[in-house]
Nanobody
Framework: QVQLMESGGGLVPPGGSLRLSCPAS????????IGWYRQAPGKQRQAVAG???????IYSDSVKGRFTISRDNNKTTVYLQMDDLKPEDTAVYYC???????????????WGQGTQVTVSS
């Protein structure tokens, strides 16, 4: 079992920045991918950014150039640096650890509880 716990959400004005964190604990298998998804009210959950065990990064077109996914040296905490935030980035952001599949869908997916990000003046 894998446990994920997001933090770092909040209210920021347009153009502002936030950094989300997600420490992972439990049984993490080799070959996993950790990523960030988001879900806005009335919309489906969408993939935002992923980071494979080998270090490759994947971004959705809507955040490319503004968001950066990274992890610590122990590979147990993943971050999402969000810059130049826009009102359309408002959503609940979820951390995910996935095995056996390809971005953004895996046979085994573990989720955190989510953290709210609101971009508004």
């Amino acid at each position: 079992q894998v446990q994920l716990m997001e933090s770092g959400g909040g209210l920021v004005p347009p153009g502002g920045s936030l950094r989300l964190s997600c420490p992972a604990s439990g049984r993490l298998f080799s070959g996993y991918t950790i990523g960030w998804y988001r879900q806005a009210p009335g919309k489906q959950r969408q993939a935002v950014a992923g980071l494979t065990h080998g270090g490759a990064t994947i971004y959705s077109d809507s955040v490319k150039g503004r968001f950066t996914i990274s992890r610590d040296n122990n590979k147990t905490t993943v971050y999402l640096q969000m810059d130049d935030l826009k009102p359309e980035d408002t959503a609940v952001y979820y951390c995910m650890a996935g095995y056996s599949g390809n971005w953004p869908t895996y046979a085994y997916m573990y989720w955190g509880q989510g953290t709210q990000v609101t971009v508004s003046s």
